[in-house]
T-cell receptor, first 114, second 116 residues
Framework: AQSVTQLDSHVSVSEGTPVLLRCNYSSSYSPSLFWYVQHPNKGLQLLLKYTSAATLVKGINGFEAEFKKSETSFHLTKPSAHMSDAAEYFCVVSTTSGTYKYIFGTGTRLKVLA | GAVVSQHPSRVICKSGTSVKIECRSLDFQATTMFWYRQFPKQSLMLMATSNEGSKATYEQGVEKDKFLINHASLTLSTLTVTSAHPEDSSFYIC????????????FGQGTRLTVV
């Protein structure tokens, strides 16, 4: 069975400093992994996805994530935080059979300090 | 990119009434749509998966008679909350996928339901 664990429920960074949001996954097969961002009372926007191509995935708004099979991790990073990055971030793994459901992590709330 | 439109964005209804939420894929055909519920400051909980032209598959613990899902066409799925109660108040989000295979899903903007 697939699962994801987001290791931090809250992360605070200062504007202009790096962002690291951690995600570990569990999957019996080669997983498809996603990071989504949600602003308050809004739907989810896809930041980036890994689907067994390049292990370093570049997404929108300067975010990127590296798939590390040996560590079963898919951490999200950004070199320099912006105030507009403050939001909830979800790491997601897709099941590998059936209806290919999304399994969500518990989310990490990112706070950016001025 | 693919756009999923969810309507209404906010709805207030009285206890005992029913409310319908629509989810439309605007520029693609969605063979599969998903309905989620999100409680405040929590993650998304999958309620059901619907494939066009067939009955929805509900997750364990979700009352299918209370949350009616219809996926009548390749661009529209509806969620009807029947006989709503205050505990049904929540944020409901739909997503749509183009193919049954493992491709990304696109999310609607969500519906805030308040039952008074």
């Amino acid at each position: 069975a697939q699962s994801v664990t987001q290791l931090d429920s809250h992360v605070s960074v200062s504007e202009g400093t790096p962002v690291l949001l951690r995600c570990n996954y569990s999957s019996s097969y080669s997983p498809s992994l996603f990071w989504y961002v949600q602003h308050p009372n809004k739907g989810l926007q896809l930041l980036l996805k890994y689907t067994s191509a390049a292990t370093l995935v570049k997404g929108i708004n300067g975010f990127e994530a590296e798939f590390k099979k040996s560590e079963t991790s898919f951490h999200l990073t950004k070199p320099s935080a912006h105030m507009s990055d403050a939001a909830e971030y979800f790491c997601v793994v897709s099941t590998t059979s059936g209806t290919y459901k999304y399994i969500f992590g518990t989310g990490t709330r990112l706070k950016v300090l001025a | 990119g693919a756009v999923v439109s969810q309507h209404p964005s906010r709805v207030i209804c009285k206890s005992g009434t029913s409310v319908k939420i629509e989810c439309r894929s605007l520029d693609f055909q969605a063979t599969t749509m998903f309905w989620y519920r999100q409680f405040p400051k929590q993650s998304l909980m999958l309620m059901a998966t619907s494939n066009e032209g067939s009955k929805a598959t509900y997750e364990q613990g979700v009352e299918k008679d209370k949350f009616l899902i219809n996926h009548a066409s390749l661009t529209l799925s509806t969620l009807t909350v029947t006989s709503a109660h205050p505990e049904d108040s929540s944020f409901y989000i739909c997503s749509a996928r183009m193919h049954r295979m493992n491709t990304e899903a696109f999310f609607g903007q969500g519906t805030r339901l308040t039952v008074v």
